[in-house]
């Protein structure tokens, strides 16, 4: 006759009145009998039913201690792979009581900053890297433009702009700009003439029209007004970014647009 083995184990939790049955199955050389014939056979004697009583508080202990060393994994990872900034801005007031900070990112295509302004009139302002890294004179020492390749004003995106053309920011109704800007033409890299370490980011009263104002001064700040505040970009001793190799015009630049 055809042999089936029917092996039941009972897993209790806390105690017998709530108690949770498995049953395995198993059966070999089967006849031509359906299936559910062999689970009324009875199993042999040298097979016996085992009972394994697990108390909750064991089980509690484990799913604790699973739970706290997933927990310890998550808070490592996230302290080691914190992203350092390879360089700072802190801004100082100019014609108006601004103040915030920026950080920069080099990338594979330029440089990512973000960070936030506060103390702005809402609305557009002007947003640009200029020559020089002096803030004296309400941040008007800073100069103009940095523009080491000779171009006229323009829009981030336009292939004919300063390299410290950088738009707009967007301040809202209470002042505040959150700024992410992510450019190709700017460049932590030292050997680049892109390299933006050491120099002054100026703010500015009035929305910068991109060199879309007909006129000179459009062609030349953007008619972007007056200084609101400005800062230097301070590049960490640790860090050596990635940008444009020296001598390079840019031919990549910012998808943003404002």
């Given at each position: 006759?055809?042999?089936?083995?029917?092996?039941?184990?009972?897993?209790?939790?806390?105690?017998?009145?709530?108690?949770?049955?498995?049953?395995?199955?198993?059966?070999?050389?089967w006849s031509r009998q359906s299936p559910s014939s062999h689970l009324i056979e009875t199993r042999p004697p040298h097979r016996p039913v085992t009972h394994t009583y697990i108390?909750?508080?064991?089980?509690?202990?484990?799913?604790?201690?699973?739970?706290?060393?997933?927990?310890?994994?998550?808070?490592?990872?996230?302290?080691?792979?914190?992203?350092?900034?390879?360089?700072?801005?802190?801004?100082?007031?100019?014609?108006?009581?601004?103040?915030?900070?920026?950080?920069?990112?080099?990338?594979?295509?330029?440089?990512?900053?973000?960070?936030?302004?506060?103390?702005?009139?809402?609305?557009?302002?002007?947003?640009?890297?200029?020559?020089?890294?002096?803030?004296?004179?309400?941040?008007?020492?800073?100069?103009?433009?940095?523009?080491?390749?000779?171009?006229?004003?323009?829009?981030?995106?336009?292939?004919?702009?300063?390299?410290?053309?950088?738009?707009?920011?967007?301040?809202?109704?209470?002042?505040?700009?959150?700024i992410y800007i992510e450019d190709r033409v700017i460049s932590l890299d030292p050997n680049s003439q892109a390299y933006i370490g050491g120099l002054a980011i100026v703010v500015?009263?009035?929305?910068?029209?991109?060199?879309?104002?007909?006129?000179?001064?459009?062609?030349?700040?953007?008619?972007?007004?007056?200084?609101?505040?400005?800062?230097?970009?301070?590049?960490?001793?640790?860090?050596?970014?990635?940008?444009?190799?020296?001598?390079?015009?840019?031919?990549?630049?910012?998808?943003?647009?404002?």
């Open positions: 006759m055809n042999e089936g083995h029917l092996v039941g184990n009972v897993v209790s939790f806390g105690n017998s009145v709530r108690s949770y049955t498995i049953y395995t199955v198993c059966w070999s050389r108390h909750s508080e064991v089980i509690m202990a484990w799913v604790t201690s699973i739970t706290t060393l997933c927990l310890l994994s998550l808070a490592s990872i996230t302290s080691t792979n914190k992203i350092v900034p390879s360089a700072v801005l802190s801004f100082i007031p100019g014609v108006d009581n601004i103040s915030g900070n920026l950080q920069f990112y080099p990338t594979h295509y330029g440089v990512v900053i973000s960070g936030v302004i506060s103390g702005l009139s809402p609305g557009k302002h002007g947003f640009h890297v200029h020559a020089k890294g002096n803030l004296g004179n309400k941040c008007a020492d800073a100069a103009g433009h940095f523009n080491p390749f000779n171009a006229r004003h323009g829009a981030p995106t336009d292939r004919d702009r300063h390299v410290g053309d950088l738009g707009n920011v967007l301040a809202n109704q209470y002042g505040v700009a959150y500015h009263q009035g929305v910068d029209d991109l060199g879309r104002g007909g006129n000179a001064d459009s062609l030349k700040t953007g008619n972007a007004g007056s200084r609101s505040g400005c800062g230097i970009i301070e590049v960490q001793q640790r860090f050596r970014g990635i940008g444009l190799s020296a001598g390079r015009r840019p031919v990549y630049y910012s998808s943003r647009k404002c």
